[in-house]
């Protein structure tokens, strides 16, 4: 007679303190397929050098204004071009100051925003001198750039607007264009005594001017 506490056909209990070995899975189990290894990650792509510069996909500028612009100037301007609504002229670099005037007479463009230059080391004219004009009544800029060479003196354009006595002043403590005209040629951002200009690329920024670095701050330059 099969013990109440153990009914026929069931496996005895564990002894006391054992532990009751796994049940062995019979033919008809379903079979549980082993995890499958994670596939190997790829090799970090070599970086790819970098890309030139896409050309600037500029648009003839065409209006009144250019048109005015044509016949008063004629082939002292070079090109009228429109890049993302925004419009410059290209001008022979004696003929930019007259037509500062006559944009702020005759076209409404009475404020001068900023003046400023890029360095190209490799062209003949070594400078593109940058005039950002603006109109109030347009609400409207226009840029006028001109190339300049090394050691060009252009014109000032203070008798047009007096705000360019500054911001002639910072290009040449930059760049070191001076103006032909202008009443105080100095430095106005960097003391007198610094030596170069800093965004010419003749060298390194941490090169600049070490001497009067180390001199008035204590420090290597670049630090």
Do not use: C
């Not at 079979?31 to 996909?57: D, E, I, L």
């Not at 001076?178 to 003391?191: K, S, T, V």
Request: hydrophobic fraction near 40%; aromatic fraction near 10%; charge should be negative.
């Amino acid at each position: 007679m099969a013990d109440e506490h153990n009914p026929e056909g069931s496996a005895p209990p564990p002894a006391s303190g054992g532990t009751a070995e796994p049940a062995k899975p019979s033919e008809d189990s379903p079979k549980v397929a082993a995890p499958k290894a994670a596939p190997p990650k790829p090799a970090a792509a070599a970086h790819a050098p970098p890309k030139p510069p896409a050309p600037m996909a500029a648009t003839p500028w065409e209006g009144d204004a250019p048109s005015q612009l044509k016949d008063r100037f004629g082939g002292d301007i070079t090109e009228f071009s429109s890049y993302l609504g925004q419009n410059f002229i290209v001008a022979k670099a004696d003929a930019v100051v007259p037509i500062i005037e006559f944009l702020k007479l005759e076209a409404d463009f009475d404020y001068l925003v900023d003046i400023t230059a890029v360095d190209y080391p490799n062209r003949p004219e070594r400078f593109e001198l940058i005039y950002i004009l603006y109109s109030y009544t347009r609400n409207e800029r226009l840029r006028i750039k001109t190339a300049i060479a090394e050691g060009a003196r252009p014109q000032t354009a203070i008798h047009a607007h007096v705000g360019a006595n500054w911001l002639e002043r910072e290009v040449f403590d930059m760049f070191g264009i001076e103006f032909a005209g202008h009443p105080d040629m100095r430095r106005i951002l960097l003391p007198e005594e610094w030596q170069g200009f800093p965004l010419r690329k003749d060298y390194s920024i941490i090169q600049q001017d070490d001497r009067w670095v180390k001199e008035n701050l204590g420090i290597e330059s670049g630090q």
